[in-house]
């Protein structure tokens, strides 16, 4: 399954910008959670997952997302 491996990167790399003007502490632990939380999912959603098989009428391939 390829993901957009750059787009993550980026995203990281704002976030963790976008964190040093944050003076507290505590919010900013939960801002981060959450927004880096959000990035993996996009991650993840970003690749076609590709499927291949047999089963009982035979061979079978498949592509599909991550919703």
């Known amino acids: 399954m390829a993901l957009n ?3 993550f990167i ?3 790399v704002q976030l963790q910008t976008d964190m040093e003007t944050k ?3 505590s919010q900013a632990k939960q ?7 959000m ?3 996009q991650y ?6 590709t499927i291949t098989g ?3 009428q035979g061979a079978f391939t498949g592509t ?4």
């Not at 993840?44 to 997952?49: P, R």
């Open 39 to 41: 990035l993996i999912k």
């Open 5 to 7: 491996d750059a787009q």
């Open 64 to 67: 599909g997302t991550i919703n």
């Open 31 to 37: 801002e981060y959670a959450e927004k880096l939380l």
């Open 44 to 49: 993840l959603k970003s690749g076609t997952v």
């Open 54 to 56: 047999t089963n009982a």
């Open 23 to 25: 003076t507290d502490r």
């Open 10 to 12: 980026n995203g990281v």
